[in-house]
Nanobody, 122 residues
Framework: QVHLVESGGGWVQPGGSLRLSCTAF????????MGWFRQASGEQRELVAN???????VLGDSVKGRFTISSDNAKNSVYLQMNSLKSEDMAVYFC????????????????WGQGTQVTVSS
């Protein structure tokens, strides 16, 4: 019911910065939260950051103090500012959206973008 389009991945040296963007298209009125997960090669997908449409946010422990999540509800977009990047941040980053309908109680957190590669290497 929503299509997520990501941008902003790429290559950066350790200590550098990147900004990821994700925009939702479709039934955006049902979006309750958006965020980012990442999956390194051979690892499980993990939460990086999440922000609700009311502004409540969560950051994964490994990125606190380095990454910032923000959103623009009018643009149905979420942004991930990544500073002080480390080699262990290298992964495919996936935009995620959680949709819900408060009238019916329906909720589905499993809307995903196609993923964008972040490479941190000297």
């Amino acid at each position: 019911q929503v299509h997520l389009v990501e941008s902003g991945g790429g290559w950066v040296q350790p200590g550098g910065s990147l900004r990821l963007s994700c925009t939702a298209f479709g039934a955006t009125q049902m979006v309750r939260a958006m965020g980012w997960f990442r999956q390194a090669s051979g690892e499980q997908r993990e939460l990086v950051a999440n922000i609700s449409t009311t502004g409540s946010s969560v950051l994964g422990d490994s990125v606190k103090g380095r990454f910032t999540i923000s959103s623009d509800n009018a643009k149905n977009s979420v942004y991930l500012q990544m500073n002080s990047l480390k080699s262990e941040d290298m992964a495919v980053y996936f935009c995620n959206a959680a949709l819900g309908d408060s009238r019916s109680g329906w909720f589905d957190p499993n809307y995903w973008g196609q993923g964008t590669q972040v490479t941190v290497s000297s």
